[in-house]
């Protein structure tokens, strides 16, 4: 990889965490639920958006610098494992099975309708 193209994963990166925690402050806020909604909305997005970079067929440095650099800043596994991990601990263990199933069921639906988008544009 070229330095343009690191530069670009750290600068891209950056965007795609700051992103992240603003909307998800967004969302949060606005939802006042006691379920981690902004991760949610977060990691949904980030699923359909994937899907659809995915469906454009995009590859090479551009995949790196959207899927991995954007999309991985992004998006939050740790943060979705660490709320439903809480939610367990707090003795809420329906409001954490229903944020797996719920996040991965929606989740896969997103990247689907995202691919299938972006393979008819």
Same mark, same amino acid.
């Given at each position: ?47 359909? $958006?994937? +899907?659809? &970079? ?5 590859? /090479?440095? #551009?995949?790196?610098?959207? =899927?991995? *650099? ?25 409001? $954490?099975? +229903?944020? &797996? ?5 929606? /989740?896969? #639906?997103?990247?689907?309708? =995202?691919? *299938? ?5």
């Amino acid at each position: 990889m070229s330095f343009w193209v690191w530069l670009g994963i750290a600068l891209l990166g950056g965007v795609g965490a700051i992103a992240r925690f603003l909307i998800d402050g967004l969302i949060s806020r606005a939802a006042g639920a006691e379920l981690p909604v902004g991760t949610f909305v977060i990691n949904v997005s980030g699923a359909f $958006a994937l +899907g659809l &970079v995915s469906g454009l067929a995009v590859s /090479g440095d #551009a995949l790196i610098l959207i =899927g991995t *650099a954007v999309l991985g800043s992004y998006t939050t596994f740790s943060t979705w494992m660490f709320e439903t991990h809480r939610l367990r601990d707090d003795g809420r263990f329906k409001g $954490a099975f +229903g944020n &797996v199933v719920i996040t991965l069921t929606i /989740g896969f #639906a997103a990247v689907a309708l =995202g691919h *299938a988008i972006g393979v008819q544009l």
